[in-house]
């Protein structure tokens, strides 16, 4: 019996030994197993940074993309600012020209030179017109002028002539065509309350009230020229606030200064004007939006200031 427990030794021994091999070999292969589910969990991980750098990238890009096609806008903005710079400051060079052409001009050589009676038939002829529009234009007989409101011949802010003064100042242009009216020289004088220009854009067309009661003086010299008159008989120009004809209330205001007066003259007292332009210049009236006395209208290129 001691024979074969010996003899079955080896054996067991050999079953043991493969029963202990098989149990490694499984411990191994779920390390391997666990090892690979990190690894795919680890990949899954680095996958969704990817895609998430891929998506920063992109809006990255985006973004890139957004500012450059901003910095071209500026950099267009700024260019069109500088062309508006130097169109401002060669319209001050030139009012600032003009302005000193006044100056020179006040020894005297611009007074108006007022006429003592004018002949019977033209007197009438001017009265009766201002009497047939009496909310536009008053006739005085004693200065040879027709007086027009502002308020009704041009829009708030604008040099444009309003269609019903352009009726009436073609009826105007018939009387000083016709007759003994023609022997006469006619000169144009804008004015305006003491309510300065505020808006930026009055500002850059006209700098102040000064300009802009001669672009209105000469709105009106080219609306009579466009109607007949020789523009070689019509000086125009304006004298802003300087020459009230009643006292501006606390506002500077006042509807008897913003006027435009019409003078007829001797041809042979007055100075000899430059040619006009033929026709009144286009574009639309506006106004409003801050503009007292002051919005859009044609380059000032008088000859009586």
């Not at 006040?106 to 009766?128: C, F, H, N, T």
């Not at 536009?136 to 027009?148: E, K, P, Q, T």
């Amino acid at each position: 019996m001691t024979l074969n427990r010996l003899n079955a030794l080896p054996a067991a021994l050999m079953a043991l030994t493969v029963l202990c091999t098989g149990c490694v070999s499984q411990k191994g292969h779920d390390d391997l197993l666990s090892i690979n589910r990190q690894l795919e969990e680890r990949n899954t991980v680095l996958e969704q940074e990817v895609a998430s750098l891929r998506l920063a990238n992109k809006q990255a890009n985006n973004a890139i993309a957004a500012l450059e096609a901003r910095i071209a806008r500026l950099a267009a903005l700024e260019a069109r600012y500088a062309e508006d710079q130097a169109t401002i400051a060669e319209k001050n060079r030139t009012i600032a020209e003009l302005r000193n052409q006044i100056a020179q001009l006040g020894s005297g050589q611009d007074k108006i030179v007022v006429v003592e009676g004018l002949p019977p038939e033209v007197s009438d002829a001017l009265r009766e017109l201002a009497a047939a529009n009496p909310d536009l234009m008053v006739y005085d007989a004693d200065r040879g002028m027709i007086r027009l409101r502002s308020d009704l011949t041009f829009g708030l802010g604008s040099d444009v002539v309003s269609d019903s003064a352009k009726t009436a100042l073609s009826r105007l242009a018939n009387v000083l065509t016709a007759g003994a009216a023609a022997q006469f020289d006619i000169q144009v004088v804008g004015h305006t309350d003491a309510v300065p220009v505020k808006s930026a854009r009055g500002k850059q067309l006209y700098t102040d009230n000064l300009g802009l009661s001669s672009n209105r003086g000469d709105s009106v010299a080219r609306v009579l020229i466009a109607n007949g008159v020789n523009a070689g008989r019509v000086m125009s120009g304006g004298r802003g606030a300087t020459q009230p004809i009643e006292a501006n209330n606390a506002k500077g205001q006042s509807q008897a200064n913003r006027r435009v007066e019409i003078f007829l003259v001797k041809a042979s007292d007055a100075p000899a004007p430059a040619p006009a332009a033929a026709q009144p210049a286009a574009g639309p009236a506006t106004g409003g939006g801050g503009v007292s006395e002051g919005g859009s209208g044609p380059a000032d290129d008088s000859v009586f200031k």
